[in-house]
């Protein structure tokens, strides 16, 4: 069974402009309630943090990928070297907030496509090089089109990035407890803790809200970054503690980062992508 999702059938459209919430996996979701599947599998930064269908669950969330973002460029150029001007592909305005922080002389432009086609994109010089998800080469076996690992420090991740969620109806108790056999529940700790930043700031496609956890045996360390439009103004907040208070410690990090000014920011970039 093939599915088209409204994500898939506009290529065209930058992901900031488009209205609406769940593009790439509503109609593969609507085949769970339907019972034509009986699970869907989804990279965990497409899903909505509030969901309103309290029908389905997120059952499963396996072990994470890295959650880096790396650089593929013509000529495998690092960032660095990148000439003034530069074309940069990406459709996330987090990663255009950052790239305008480390390099405001380049020219962060739209793109859509599936990872392949992006890549093809700089192949064929539309652009010089595009920012991606380090998980998704890695899914593909094709790490070796990495021009360069973009520092965590200076491009932090979407929340969930690298993760993927395994979605499956809330009353199919025999599948909900086949998907528990690859639970990893420190990658679910980790998640946890950064889509309740998302809540709390109120943030997705059109709010560029970064947000990594790390949990570790009993502790989890949680570091979250919001920007404004230009990318000058960086809000920054970091914590530490138990894994089982991780959600906990991302809801005190929200509401510091909206005392240091996250609602204005978050403002300004829902005045210009509306």
């Known amino acids: 069974m093939v599915i088209t999702t409204a994500g898939d059938a506009d290529q065209r459209t930058p992901l900031f402009s488009l209205d609406q919430k769940g593009i790439f996996e509503k109609e593969i979701d609507q085949a769970v309630l339907d019972g034509r599947v009986d699970f869907a599998v989804h990279s965990m930064k497409d899903i909505p943090v509030i969901d309103e269908n309290g029908r389905l669950l997120i059952a499963s969330v396996p072990a994470r990928s890295s959650a880096a973002d790396v650089l593929v460029s013509k000529g495998d150029t ?8 530069s074309k940069v592909g990406t459709s996330s305005l987090l990663r255009v907030s950052q790239l305008r922080r480390a390099r405001p002389d380049l ?10 086609t992006r890549i093809q994109k700089v192949d064929k010089g539309e652009f010089d090089a595009v920012v991606l998800a380090e998980a998704g080469l890695a899914r593909l076996g094709i790490t070796g089109r990495i021009s360069e690992p973009l520092p965590i420090e200076d491009f932090m991740p979407a929340p969930g990035q690298g993760a993927i969620a395994v979605v499956a109806r809330r009353d199919n108790l025999k599948v909900v407890d086949m998907l528990k056999s690859i639970e990893h529940s420190p990658t679910r700790a980790e998640i946890e803790a950064e889509r309740e930043l998302v809540r709390i700031l109120e943030g997705g ?3 560029p809200v970064g947000a990594l956890a790390r949990a570790q045996g009993d502790q989890i360390r949680i570091a979250a970054c919001i920007f404004s439009i230009d990318g000058s103004e960086k809000l920054r907040s970091e914590r530490s503690g138990h894994v089982q208070e991780g959600v906990l410690l991302a809801r005190e990090m929200g509401e510091e980062l909206i005392e240091k000014g996250a609602k204005k920011i978050v403002q300004g970039w829902r005045t210009v992508y509306v």
């Open 78 to 85: 690092l960032l660095k070297d990148l000439r003034k001007g």
């Open 107 to 116: 020219n962060p432009e739209p793109i859509r496509g599936n990872v392949e």
């Open 205 to 207: 496609c059109k709010v």
